[in-house]
């Protein structure tokens, strides 16, 4: 039987205990039931009441979360009565024009973003996966997959390293296991990543390669644009038999950034340097005499493609903000609101 210290359970993990009930890990999450691995074994397991009563949907567990659980009397079932606080938490804007923020992956300590080394391939939705890296409280680490199909990877490298700064680029092929040694060694000792990345990249041919099993179903990609179709359909812990973790996520070609900004300045720390050289410390970049960032531009130092790219996630990010603060405020307004109709209905005590 599998142990939650396999599942990366640690004295640091132990340390944030402050209820009773037996620790265990989500794995799997489906319409709010959760599959959780405990030392007494795996529990198909639902929120307690006061838990539904006393915290939003959006605070509910995810896959990869640590809870506490109580066994149901006889049985293979538990409850869940709270989530410890969390080391790392990917997010992303919701589709549509609400600012709800989704939950990716939670307690992960590394982001394996992935991208194939082929029509796929997209520098300037890696910068978007690599703020949210950031900004997530895990480590990114690039997989370019399908290494076996593509003759020359070296643009694909210089495109890459002009974007992430530090961040660790492995070329790999899930067909010849070139670089699957490497992935592995990273998730060694329990450690848990995370695979993001569009349909058809590749994933689940990775996590097959790297568990040595057929785990997860594969299909093809249509050869004129090498576009995908979803595979993965839900979020699901795998423990790996190199001993690391994986979560793999469904495929996603759209990702709208969340509400938080500091991955920003480790994204773009190029630019954000070469904007505290410019003359005026309010410089908007634009027409100042002494800006820093046009004289990059112009003589070549700063590619233009990339400035445009911060610029408008720079917009994006704002955009997000004006309309978190909007929602915070009706929601507060919607709060009153309630207090004061409960408290029209309660009837008088007569003296």
């Known amino acids: 039987m599998n142990t939650i210290e396999q599942f990366g359970w640690n004295e640091q993990w132990q340390e944030k205990v402050t209820t009773s009930g037996i620790p265990g890990r989500v794995t799997l999450e489906h319409k709010h039931l959760y599959r959780v ?92 996966y690599l703020i949210a890296s950031w900004d997530s409280g895990a480590n990114p680490v690039i997989v370019l997959t399908k290494r076996d199909q593509c003759p020359d990877i070296e643009p694909y490298l210089t495109a890459v390293e002009s974007v992430a700064f530090g961040v660790p680029v492995y070329p790999v092929s899930s067909f010849t296991g070139e670089g699957i040694d490497q992935l592995q060694t990273i998730l060694a000792g329990a450690k848990t990543g995370a695979l993001l990345g ?95 960032i046009q004289e990059a531009l112009a003589d070549g130092e700063l590619e233009p493609d990339r400035y445009r790219s911060y610029l408008k996630l720079k917009r994006e990010l704002a955009h997000m903000e004006r309309k978190s603060d909007l929602a915070a405020q009706k929601a507060e307004r919607n709060k009153w609101k309630q207090i004061t109709k409960d408290s029209r209905k309660r009837p008088v005590k007569k003296r």
């Open 37 to 128: 691995i405990t030392n007494k074994g795996e529990w198909l397991s639902s929120l307690s009441g006061k838990y539904k009563h006393q915290y939003s949907t959006a605070e509910f567990p995810s896959v990869g979360d640590w809870v506490m659980v109580e066994q149901m009397p006889g049985e293979e079932k538990g409850i869940i009565h709270s989530v410890l606080p969390r080391s790392s938490h990917f997010s992303r804007k919701s589709a549509g024009e609400t600012s709800e923020i989704q939950t990716i992956a939670v307690n992960v300590d590394y982001v394996f973003l992935v991208m194939s080394l082929n029509h796929d391939f997209n520098i300037r939705r890696l910068e978007r």
């Open 198 to 292: 569009s349909s058809g990249v590749g994933k689940s041919s990775l996590i097959n390669a790297l568990s040595g099993s057929e785990l997860m179903a594969v299909q093809e990609i249509r050869e004129d644009d090498s576009k995908g179709r979803h595979t993965t359909t839900h979020r699901e812990l795998v423990l790996l038999p190199s001993g690391g973790l994986l979560i793999d996520t469904p495929g996603m070609r759209e990702f709208q950034l969340g509400d938080s900004s500091e991955g920003m300045e480790s994204s773009f720390s190029d630019v954000e340097s070469l904007a505290e050289f410019c003359r005026f410390r309010d410089c908007t970049h634009n027409n100042e005499p002494g800006c820093r």
